[in-house]
């Protein structure tokens, strides 16, 4: 909803109490390194500056 400021300019206010009662806390957090290395064992890396050089 919109309320009016001093200056007769129009504010936007929101009200997201309701949003912030189902976000889900935490939900992102990144995995360790141990549970990153076993998912990605035995995949090659290859970075931007591989693919740069190579077609450079």
Known sequence: F???KRNNSL???NNIQKI???ILRNSNIPPNY???N??????KIL???NLYSGYN
């Open 38 to 43: 076993k998912k990605f064992k035995g995949y």
């Open 11 to 13: 504010r936007l206010m």
């Open 20 to 22: 912030n009662a189902v």
């Open 47 to 49: 970075s931007l500056f």
């Open 2 to 4: 919109l309320i009016a």
């Open 34 to 36: 141990k549970t990153f």
